[in-house]
């Protein structure tokens, strides 16, 4: 979460939606600072905020799910940066890394399993991530497809004249593949059950060339309770004051917020 009291504005970095790139150049460029931890949602700003702050310009990236799936699984694959194997990242040691996706990891890892094997095993239920609790707090959010476009027009908004182009960051290789290379015909009535009610509600689709997906009806309906119980669960949940590892873009970021107070 970046905050800029200059230009007036909340960005709320969403997980795999290119966070650190735009954290790394709102931070560079326009005075932003980090506020409460990389991922923090809005109700969490809500709590702590100012009534100046409450009226600031909110904005965050939404990303289709199909690509976030795919890049968890490459950097489950490659335990990208040692990610999956450090205890620092741990949930249970302040960090990020749950013990579920752990499991994952190890399961790609013993079983050299490809994509379509680890998606039909973990991917059973409707989809459903972080952008349920934060687009509808948004004043404007920028499509993943349209990422630089509407990042410009973002700042923009915000009262930025002549934005800077983004540069990009923590980007995996395989992103630049098709979805049809990873979503095979054979798994493909199952992306019926788990994206449709996300991508409806967002307005994505699937790829053309899979004509008229059906989404199934019970799908809709778990969609929905999912979307209700994540908004109670996370209202309650508590959460680490524990700073990014130093090496990060945020924890540096957050370090050198502290040294300018001393």
């Given at each position: 979460m970046i905050i800029s009291h200059k230009y007036k504005f909340l960005f709320i970095g969403l997980p795999f939606s290119a966070s650190s790139a735009i954290t790394k150049e709102l931070h560079e460029k326009y005075e932003g600072k980090p506020f409460l931890r990389k991922h923090s949602l809005y109700h969490e700003f809500l709590k702590v905020a100012t009534k100046e702050e409450k009226d600031f310009f909110v904005f965050a990236v939404l990303r289709n799910p199909m690509e976030i799936v795919i890049t968890m699984y490459e950097k489950m694959r490659t335990n990208a940066k040692g990610n999956y194997t450090n205890p620092e990242l741990f949930k249970e040691n302040g960090g990020h890394i749950t013990k579920k996706q752990r499991r994952i990891y190890q399961y790609i890892k013993d079983n050299n399993a490809s994509f379509q094997e680890y998606f039909l095993k973990f991917y059973n239920q409707p989809y459903n991530n972080l952008s349920s609790?934060?687009?509808?707090?948004?004043?404007?959010?920028?499509?993943?497809?349209?990422?630089?476009?509407?990042y410009e027009s973002a700042l923009i908004k915000i009262g930025i004249q002549n934005p800077d182009p983004l540069q990009t960051a923590n980007r995996t290789d395989s992103k630049k593949k098709s979805l049809n290379e990873y979503y095979t015909e054979d798994i493909q009535s199952r992306c019926n059950l788990v994206f449709g009610p996300f991508l409806k509600k967002y307005n994505l689709s699937f790829p053309e060339n899979w004509g008229n997906s059906?989404?199934?009806?019970?799908?809709?309906?778990?969609?929905?309770?999912?979307?209700y119980f994540r908004k109670l669960k996370w209202r309650f949940q508590k959460h680490t004051k524990r700073k990014s590892i130093k090496s990060s873009i945020y924890g540096k970021m957050q370090r050198e917020k502290e040294n300018d107070r001393i």
């Open positions: 609790l934060t687009l509808n707090h948004c004043d404007f959010i920028i499509r993943y497809e349209k990422l630089n476009e509407d059906k989404i199934p009806i019970y799908a809709s309906i778990l969609f929905n309770i999912s979307t």
